[in-house]
């Protein structure tokens, strides 16, 4: 149905919707309320709290007086009463509302309640003869744009109630078994909500939908990988491997090979998250499943947020296959046409066994000839939309490394159904990173520390949260820091920045340096918190600490604390705020990456753990899976069910199956994630 049949939208209203978001009637009814004022209710202005809003039916006392303090400024006044107190009403820039007030006639007024200890006092309230309009009832506010105003949302919708016909999108059984409202009460209740009761019942109608579209969604692709998988053996050769590494496995990583060994024997795909705070080893652990793969006779793919972790992988993997007769190549978006075509070719015909890069080692383009096992290490960062490319190539096993230890129902909200392990100790011998908070007043101290570790041999990190100086934000930039602190301390130290603006092969010589030890400090922008491991580097200082969430501060400091010297972390904090400073608290005392995890989910409440940009979901208009953890809870068996069960062919199951369809190829789009 199109907007222009609803009464009051002409061509000028329709495009202001169109701004919102607003294409389709359907959309318009979909536009839910922002918040709602609760004008339901009669209440006596003594119950009124100084700030809130309250309904109150009032006598009027005193005749109104009309002022003009200032030209193009009029107030009209007047004192009313509810026989509980006495109130002063007051109208700017309305004098005609003089006409309509009489005196010792009452009127249902709403308006928002100053009590100071002289007076109380109300300012342009709406007022109203009788009980009606937007008075005597739970009232919506939209989300407006300017030119709408929220009275044009109320009649539109109202309207587009009469003239839509809403269909049932869950099925009875749901509907029935969870006491849901049927569709058409719930969006009529979540507009015009007739009580409290109806609205909270309408919120979770709602959302349930939105939720198991959502999560059938995301089953369908998942569980659909899950059918038939390559059943792998067990060689000799990698339990040698491991014997001949120069270290002992963890406890908690011999656990996790296991489990994933289990997964690559049996007759379906793995689908497998591994989560293991920064350090605790998860690299090895892919390996061996890579050489696993190898030895049955696959090929295997690891994928890097960033093209420097990429190489790193590469590096580390050449290192510990060295004496494998087994091909790792490396593919880059730098390389040149010549080179990328040989990697294709080689790929195509098996001469290389293992292929580490970005993403773009899954697209169309590169043919493996039998790939078997799909890696992808993800430390911190989701990108949920690889999954569909990587069913593309089949029923391949899969595993995801990530470092950000997140609760059970949101990565199944986020990957659908998978299996998790977690890496919940690190290599012996690790010590503590000694963190510390200070403000910029401490600037020379913290900088003359770090020269000392680098007169003892060791590197370091200066991090900072943007790459050039900005005319708004009062934050320290890379390049300004780089070239002041040179300046003022470093003339005969060698430094150097790299940020993510800079061309790969520049980024990649200067860590190249860096991790040869050419370079002393590296300046840098978030570019570095995945994955980097230069042992030598012991100390990092982040500038502008109350800028990042408490996860990539996590993540950050993860970078030192890698070799056997004793590491440290200093936080430069500029800002007074009681949360900055627990937050910087939280990091002194905790090196659990597990525990900062859950801190930084209680102070920020929701979704901004993964980056804003990543817990998107964009499309998600009332659900939102970090503040409904316990409705996901509920719902994932049940989208799972759906999807195993193959419900979705049943009748009752059809306007379920259209919306999750739908939703489907939104979410392969892209549009949902990232
Ligand atoms: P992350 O889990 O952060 O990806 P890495 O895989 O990069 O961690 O491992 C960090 C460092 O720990 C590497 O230098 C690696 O060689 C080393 N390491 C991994 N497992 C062990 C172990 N069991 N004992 C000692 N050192 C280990
Ligand atoms: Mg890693």
Redesign the pocket.
Known sequence: MKLKEIKGIGPKKEKLLNNLGIFTVKDLIEYYPRKYEDRSKVVNINDVPNGEMGLFYLKIISPCIVSYPRRNMSITKCKATDGTNIINIKWFNNHFIKNSIRLNNTYYIYGKVTRTNKYIEIDSPVVNKTLGGSLGKIYPIYSLTKGLSNNDMNKFVLDALKKLEIKDILPKVILEKFSLLNRKLAIRNIHFPENEKLLILARKTLKFEELLVLQTAINLDTINIKKEGIRFKDFKEVDDFIKG?P????NA?RKVVNEIFKDMNENKSMNRLVQ??????????AAIAMLKAFYNGYQSAMMAPTEILATQHYN?LKELFKNVDLKVELLKGSMSKQEKDSVYERIYNHEIDILIGTHAIIEDKVEFSKIGLVIT?E?HRFGVKQRAEISKKGNVDTLI?T?TPIPRTLTLAMYGDLDISI?DSL???RKNIDTFAVNMNYEKRVINFLKKQIKDGRQGYIVCPLIEESDKLELNSVIELYERLKQEYFQATKIAFIHGKMKNDEKESIMDEFINNNIKILFSTTVIEV?I?V?NANIMIIYNAERFGLSQLHQLR?RVG?GQYQSYCILINNSNSKIARERMRIMQNSNDGFEISKKDLELRGSGDILGTKQSGLASLKIANIFDDMNLLNIIQPIAKKIVVERKLDEKEYFNLKKSILEFSDKLKENIIFN
């Open positions: 590494l270290f002992k496995l963890t990583q293991g705070d920064v350090g605790s080893g998860k690299t090895i652990v580390s290490d430390q490394m470092a890496i290599p012996p011998g994955g491991n042992p993860g890698r």
